[in-house]
């Protein structure tokens, strides 16, 4: 059977690597939107609260209902806004601050840059006015960076753009509202960190998508992911493997075949060009739905321990090769 393994102790060590770089524990909010980037939303929820971390976010309020018990603070980037003493709300739009509930808790998202979501910096005076004159309950004030992971002067000016906006909340008398931007990148290309909260997705599932001339901050992959034998036969040199007969036994070998697949969230890739697992196996042929090939007849393999060396061998992104795994697949913390 496929199975996904969560490394506790990888995980702590991440957190504590993060907590170094953010000053504190308490300073940390973890991302845990899309099923926790594919490890599983309630498994890292817990963890997460076992080892003191008191603020999540993610995207939709089903997701935040599921975790709700584990977190004081839960930030929601996608839902709509009502009164709540553990949720908040991200506000992405000018025209939504009419309708919301002066009851309910929200975090003023503002387009610094990115020009995907948040309020464009022309439009905030009116929409704190709007806050203000409807008294809603703004708790934080946000933005996201486009290149925070990218090695150019792109961040600098956007995280210019983003004092330029706490200057302006501040300055129009709003008080206990909270000012954050960093995601993992730029949380881990900071020297100084000051703002009262990161929003850490990426980095403590164990990955660093910075360019190599940042100061490396030792992450350890938490995901491992593994499947189970379900047939094994012996071919003769010639046979050929799979749908379209891509890989042909060049030798006599044992073949055994594998419950992982595409319909797992595993990619199927190119078999002219195979992915080789995280004990040095090439999967034979092309990958089908539900299994792929292996040579030899282990009962058990690992398939992928470092989903960032994956995601170089199919030109993505390590946040793409965990994110897409099943959440039908069992998950177990070791
Ligand atoms: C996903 C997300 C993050 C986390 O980004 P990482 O690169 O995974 O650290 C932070 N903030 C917002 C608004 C996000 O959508």
């Not at 995280?278 to 470092?306: H, N, T, Y």
Request: net charge negative.
């Amino acid at each position: 059977m496929a199975t996904i393994h969560i490394s506790k102790d990888n995980f702590f060590h991440n957190l504590n690597q993060l907590a170094l770089k953010a000053g504190s524990k308490e300073r940390l909010a973890v991302v845990l939107k899309d099923n926790a980037y594919g490890h599983g939303l309630t498994i890292m929820a817990g963890l997460a609260a076992e080892y003191g971390i008191t603020q999540a976010v993610v995207i939709s309020v089903e997701e935040a209902e599921r975790i709700r018990s584990y977190f004081d603070q839960i930030l929601i980037l996608n839902g709509t806004p009502f009164p709540d003493e553990t949720f908040s709300f991200a506000v992405t739009d000018l025209r939504q601050l009419s309708a919301i509930d002066p009851a309910a808790r929200i975090e003023l998202k503002v387009d610094t840059g990115m020009h995907r979501n948040g309020i464009v910096m022309e439009e905030l005076e009116e929409a704190l006015a709007i806050i203000r004159n409807r008294s809603l309950g703004l708790v934080g004030v946000m933005t996201h960076y486009r290149s925070a992971d990218v090695l150019s002067s792109e961040w600098y000016w956007q995280k210019k753009n983003f004092e330029t906006v706490k200057q302006t909340v501040r300055s129009s008398g709003f008080k206990n509202v909270r000012f954050h931007s960093h995601n993992s990148a730029a949380l881990l290309r900071s020297k100084h960190f000051n703002e009262d909260m990161a929003r850490v997705g990426i980095a403590i599932y164990g990955y660093n998508e910075l360019p190599e001339v940042y100061d490396p901050v030792p992450l350890r992959p938490v995901l491992s992911l593994y499947a189970g034998r379900t047939s094994t036969r012996h071919l003769p040199s010639g046979a050929r493997i799979g749908y379209g007969g891509d890989y042909t036994v060049a030798k006599s070998a044992t073949v055994s075949t594998y419950d992982l697949g595409y319909g797992d969230g595993w990619l199927r890739g190119d078999a002219a060009r195979p992915y080789v697992t995280a004990e040095g196996l090439p999967i034979l042929g092309r990958v089908s739905m539900d299994f792929i090939s292996l040579e030899g007849d282990r009962e058990v393999v690992c398939v992928m321990d470092d989903a960032q060396a994956a995601a170089r061998h199919f030109g993505t992104i390590s946040y793409e090769m965990t994110t897409m795994l099943s959440p039908s697949i069992p998950r177990e913390v070791v």
